[in-house]
């Protein structure tokens, strides 16, 4: 079945660090990627995406490069604050379609001190 | 725009009860889903609706859960009777796909609702 894996945590970095999260996923069908990032109390918000392979999303810093043929989506942000301090989640649509329910990795905390 | 609403935010019962979940999805969303997070692990799909139909419900306990999607607008998630394991973070979800092939549409989380059950 899908699945995906992302790199256990916690990480802990120091503020201006390079910041590298890897996932892995499952190589069935086609699916879409997406990193989801759920700061402190809060819910679970989209931070990036990418729909096919060789396409790089990216959002506040942060970039993801669909890799087909090594089945990775790893995380990465030059230069991270404290304020990046949340849990990251890496998750996959089925290989039916956009619109399927996404399966996501175990999460990876994220700490950043100053 | 206002986002997915899930009441309540909180939930404590003792096992063997039963506990219901309302979810609001952002308006005009087809699609619907109701995820569990259990505590250090990633969400995990237990129901999805397009409009008020089920599209994949192949990850629910059917003997205990059970969710509903009347009018295509709000959703309920209901267990019954709870147990121990049940304790997690339920989370609503949306999204603006409505059907007709492959969509990347994002889909929305609203806060959750966190249970424990004693």
């Known amino acids: 079945g899908n699945s995906v894996t992302q790199m256990e945590g916690p990480v802990t970095l120091s503020e201006e660090a390079f910041l590298t999260i890897n996932c892995t996923y499952t190589?069935?069908?086609?699916?879409?990627l997406f990193w989801y990032v759920q700061y402190p109390g809060e819910g679970l918000q989209l931070l990036l995406k990418?729909?096919?392979?060789?396409d790089k999303g990216s959002n506040k810093g942060f970039e993801a490069t669909y890799r087909k043929e090594t089945t990775s989506f790893h995380l990465e942000k030059g230069s991270v604050q404290v304020s990046d301090s949340a849990v990251y989640f890496c998750a996959r649509t089925g290989s039916g379609g956009g619109a399927d329910g996404l399966t996501f990795g175990k999460g990876t905390h994220l700490i950043i001190q100053p | 725009e206002a986002g997915v609403a899930q009441s309540p935010r909180y939930k404590i019962i003792e096992k063997r009860q039963s506990v219901a979940f309302w979810c609001n999805p952002i308006s005009g969303h087809a699609t619907l889903y109701w995820y569990q997070q259990i505590l250090g692990q990633g969400p995990k799909l237990l129901i999805q609706f397009q409009n008020n139909g089920v599209v994949d419900d192949s990850q629910l306990p059917k003997d205990r859960f059970s969710a509903e999607r009347l009018k295509g607008v709000d959703s309920t998630l209901k267990i019954q009777p709870a147990k121990l394991e049940d304790s997690a973070v339920y989370l609503c979800?949306?999204?603006?796909?409505?059907?007709?092939?492959?969509?990347?549409?994002?889909?929305?989380f609203g806060p959750g609702t966190r249970l424990t059950v004693l």
């Open positions: 190589a069935t069908g086609y699916p879409s």
């Open positions: 990418a729909t096919k392979a060789d």
């Open positions: 979800a949306s999204s603006l796909y409505s059907g007709g092939g492959l969509s990347t549409d994002t889909q929305y």
